[in-house]
Nanobody, 126 residues
Framework: QVQLEESGGGLVQPGGSLRLSCAAS????????IGWFRRAPGKEREGISC????????YYAPSVKGRFTVARDSTEETVYLQMNRLKPEDTATYYC???????????????????WGQGTQVTVSS
């Protein structure tokens, strides 16, 4: 079974950038779509981006579209989330997860996503 680990979170000023990584161990990521989710304090988990196993399909939630970019490196078994022009409302714990399909429907249903990482904290504040 694949295990996922997120990294790259931290404290950044508004307008800044971070790159999150989702690294796999125990099994290959090559067959899986990978979704990125976040949970802000007091809010439900939100699906923000995903990438299909072949990287031919990508999805971005309206809240991050145009600012975030998802990519995968098959050789490193890692999926990245580049986050630019960060806003205070992006503050949350960010998670990655494995799934079968990447689209708006699957991103709206967290039960469709299997293995989850432990999360990495992103704080956007001046």
């Amino acid at each position: 079974q694949v295990q996922l680990e997120e990294s790259g979170g931290g404290l950044v000023q508004p307008g800044g950038s971070l790159r999150l990584s989702c690294a796999a161990s125990g099994s290959s990521l090559e067959s899986w779509a990978i979704g990125w989710f976040r949970r802000a304090p007091g809010k439900e988990r939100e699906g923000i981006s995903c990438i299909s196993n072949t990287a031919t399909s990508k999805y971005y939630a309206p809240s991050v579209k145009g600012r975030f970019t998802v990519a995968r490196d098959s050789t490193e078994e890692t999926v990245y989330l580049q986050m630019n022009r960060l806003k205070p409302e992006d503050t949350a714990t960010y998670y990655c997860a494995t799934g079968y399909n990447c689209n708006q429907v699957t991103m709206d249903h967290t039960v469709l996503w299997g293995s989850w990482g432990q999360g990495t904290q992103v704080t956007v504040s001046s």
